[in-house]
């Protein structure tokens, strides 16, 4: 996979070449290009934003210099949006993602999306975001998806690339060696995981539950299934209505207090 950023802090991105992402760059599993705007500047100043039409706070960013950028990004032979093998693989057309507080929210399921992707080119936004003709115009040659990592405004789009970026990566094959898998993890089957213990036994006056260790493999699985019922119960009930349910989840959820929703 390989993962362009365009930006006007390439500095930010620093930690897609750190630890595990880091690792994956030297394994070859990903390539890592980050872009400064400002290259695709004209002006002495290199500027990249103006005024807004319509009046308001803040500055826009440009559409020439974004134009440009993409433009050289993601050539129009290399979009496969009507020509060439990629025409019939979406999985090989480049994605481009653009983070804004406005977008569809970013999820696990995104990201196991986006893992199967060969190419995705970021745009991170600055000041009162990218003028809306960019995505508007990029979106009628190749895949464009503005999404939002969470309903709150953050002062740029470089550190939701990250966020999307390591959500992304630690899913490809290789680059969480031999740490468990992540379909245990949080979402993956639709649940929060449940609490984890290592050693002492006992850590200022607080044991390890029992059956954790009984050796009972089923009682164990059980166990971890249940806490993860009760932490999503409490946290996020929200999930339990599109999560897999066995029977014997939903006794547990019934002890809970928590029932179906109708319908
Ligand atoms: C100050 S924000 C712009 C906010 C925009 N005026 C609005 O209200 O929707 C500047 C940039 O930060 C990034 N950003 C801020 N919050 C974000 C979020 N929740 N998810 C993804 N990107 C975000 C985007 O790249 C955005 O263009």
């Not at 500047?41 to 103006?50: E, G, I, L, N």
């Not at 040659?141 to 309903?151: A, H």
């Amino acid at each position: 996979m390989r993962l362009d950023v365009v930006t006007v802090f390439p500095d930010y991105l620093a930690p897609l070449r750190l630890a595990l992402l880091g690792r994956a760059v030297d394994r070859g599993i990903i390539e890592v290009g980050v872009h400064d705007l400002r290259a695709w500047t004209h002006d002495v100043h290199k500027s990249v934003d103006d005024t807004p039409f319509g009046g308001g706070p803040g500055m826009v960013m440009r559409p020439t210099v974004w134009g440009d950028a993409l433009d050289d990004l993601v050539p129009q032979t290399d979009t496969g949006l009507t020509t060439g093998p990629a025409a019939s693989d979406p999985d090989s057309r480049p994605l481009l993602i653009v983070p804004t507080p406005a977008g569809r929210p970013f999820s696990q399921s995104d990201a196991h999306r986006y893992a199967r992707r060969r190419r995705i080119v970021f745009a991170c936004g600055r000041y009162e975001g990218i003028d809306q003709r960019v995505v508007d115009e990029a979106s009628e040659r190749m895949d464009v998806e503005e999404v939002s990592i969470g309903d709150y405004v953050l002062i740029g789009g470089e550190v939701a690339v990250l966020v999307i970026a390591e959500a992304v990566v630690r899913l490809l094959p290789g680059v969480l060696g031999n740490r468990r898998s992540h379909e245990e993890d949080s979402f993956s089957d639709g649940l929060l995981e449940g609490p984890s213990y290592t050693r002492p036994e006992i850590w200022r006056d607080r044991p390890v539950p029992d059956v954790l260790k009984s050796g009972d493999h089923a009682r164990i699985a059980r166990w971890r299934r249940d806490e993860s019922l009760r932490r999503t119960a409490e946290r996020r009930p929200d999930l339990l209505g599109g999560a897999p349910l066995s029977a014997a989840d939903l006794q547990t959820l019934a002890e809970l207090g928590w029932e179906p929703p109708e319908g």
